[in-house]
């Protein structure tokens, strides 16, 4: 079952964000030949500037964990 993760700055509307699921399990699901139903989308927001720097100089996000953030899925998790 692929699960995609994806953290992005707060405030976002929902409709931009339901578009994103969409189309990022419709990928998932003709990429790996998993139903649409078995692929999970979780979209984290997180907080602008919220940044910190690596070493090779490219920038992370800094986000909370998982948990509190709601979890936008396609499917009830079965394997693929």
């Known amino acids: 079952m692929p699960v995609i ?3 992005w700055w707060q405030g976002n ?14 990928t998932a ?9 078995d692929v999970t989308v979780i979209v984290r927001d997180c907080e602008p500037g919220h940044a910190s720097g690596l070493r090779d100089g490219r920038s992370r996000t800094a986000c909370p964990d998982a948990n509190g953030f709601g979890e ?8 693929c």
């Open 5 to 7: 993760t994806v953290d």
């Open 72 to 79: 936008m899925g396609l499917g009830q998790g079965s394997p």
């Open 29 to 37: 699901s003709r990429v790996t030949g998993c139903p649409i139903d």
């Open 13 to 26: 509307d929902r409709e931009r964000r339901a578009d994103l699921v969409s189309e990022l399990a419709a």
